[in-house]
């Protein structure tokens, strides 16, 4: 829990109680924000697809998601016969487990303009208006996403059926192919801040000083794009494995453990939201206009992070789903080539700048030095391609 100045006088029982106060509500929000985004989903894709959505459970619908919640607890849990029942119960907390973790390192408020450290005062102590602030924060966010990749294929491989098999390595595939472009977009940001700690990236933009354009740009839309197929989204829900009428690495589960999984998914996409504001956006730095200072950071954020829950659904209900082999072609063939060079391009601004370089010498080398790669790459695909043309031509002749 590192730079919080809650524990910079040891620890006693009010520290520990406040540590506590913090998880219950941090726990606390997320689940009444995942009530709210399967409404908000179900919702906003019925008034852009003109239908009416939920409305009878409660005023304007806001109940059905209590109400699904309540159906789904009460069902028959089916068992397969084949499963591994140790692995198949705990695969959905795998899942969900981490969407927790990573918000827990996310700053939601927090006074940072004009140096100010972005602390507050809780119960007559100092701390961050975040659950933890542990010095490697980003590689703690990266860690949990890949252990999400555990509970997807440990649940398709438990079940003891190859349709949900099948299901989790194609899954599985996906959530590794983007990870890679995910982690290069999130080491530029790390490159600018000079920090691993979420804190200290958000206290880095205050100001509107925001890594969106100081990075370029390039790094948002790969994140957002990599993030996406990380949470197994539309138009990269491959996962769902319609096309083959049954629900992917899923398809065994019923009852509580089927709705875990939906519940990984929305707080994942809540959690996700919450990175991208944190790492481009600023998080909760804002101006501050009347009334106490502590309210308007909290409002931006919340403001910037249901910004992004629109955008997911907006690609939800606007997309078609991609095919597979389109899938891989974006994440290897584009993405990752894409970070890795705009890291390369930005590490050698830093470098010129630090040196005292010509920055327009430096510029017109990392273009030649990024078109000929470009050129390199399109080539081999393009040769590459056509070699699987001409195998395929000739074994059906």
Do not use: C
């Not at 829990?1 to 009010?14: K, R, T």
């Not at 927090?110 to 961050?128: K, M, N, R």
């Not at 919450?274 to 309210?295: H, Q, R, S, Y």
């Not at 990752?336 to 017109?364: K, M, Q």
């Amino acid at each position: 829990m590192g730079g919080d100045p809650l524990f910079a006088d040891g620890l006693d029982l009010a520290v520990v109680l406040i540590v506590l106060f913090k998880v219950v509500v941090t726990f606390a929000f997320l689940m009444v924000a995942v009530m709210f985004m399967v409404w908000f989903e179900r919702k906003l894709i019925s008034d852009m697809q003109n239908r009416i959505g939920p409305n009878r459970a409660g005023p304007w619908g806001l109940l059905q998601t209590l109400a699904d919640g309540i159906k789904l607890f009460f069902k028959e849990d089916s068992k397969p016969d084949r499963a591994d029942m140790t692995v198949f119960k705990l695969a959905p907390y795998l899942s969900l487990v981490p969407a927790f973790l990573i918000f827990a390192i996310v700053p939601v408020g927090g006074v940072f303009t004009d140096g100010a450290p972005g602390t507050i005062e809780l119960f007559g102590h100092t701390t961050y208006f975040q659950l933890a602030d542990p010095p490697v924060g980003i590689l703690l966010a990266l860690a949990m996403s890949s252990i999400a990749i555990y509970g997807v294929m440990l649940a398709g491989w438990s079940s003891g059926s190859k349709y949900p098999l099948l299901g989790a390595v194609r899954a599985s595939a996906q959530m590794v192919s983007y990870e890679a472009a995910l982690g290069l977009s999130v080491a530029t940001v790390v490159l600018l801040a000079g920090s691993l700690s979420t804190h200290e990236i958000v206290a880095g933009q205050h100001n509107f000083r925001w890594n969106l354009w100081a990075a370029g740009f390039v790094p948002f839309v790969i994140f957002l794009i990599a993030a996406t197929a990380e949470l197994n989204r539309p138009p990269f829900d491959l996962v769902e494995a319609e096309q083959e009428l049954v629900g992917g690495f899923h398809t065994e589960y019923s009852s509580i453990r089927f709705a875990l999984f939906f519940l990984a998914e929305f707080m994942n996409t809540i959690t996700m939201s919450a990175i991208i504001v944190t790492l481009f956006f600023g998080g909760p730095n804002g101006p501050l206009l009347f009334g106490p200072d502590w309210i308007w950071p909290v409002l931006w954020f919340f403001t910037k992070l249901f910004v992004f829950l629109f955008v997911f659904v907006w690609f939800r209900a606007t997309l078609p789903r991609f095919r597979y082999d389109q899938l891989m072609d974006l994440g290897w063939k584009l993405l990752i080539p894409l970070a890795l060079g705009w890291l390369l391009l930005l590490g050698a601004f830093r470098v010129g700048r630090d040196e005292g370089w010509n920055l327009g010498v430096v510029l017109g080398a990392a273009v030649l030095v990024l078109l000929a790669a470009a050129s390199l790459l399109s080539g081999a695909i393009t040769a590459a391609r056509q070699r699987r043309t001409e195998s395929e031509t000739e074994a059906f002749s």
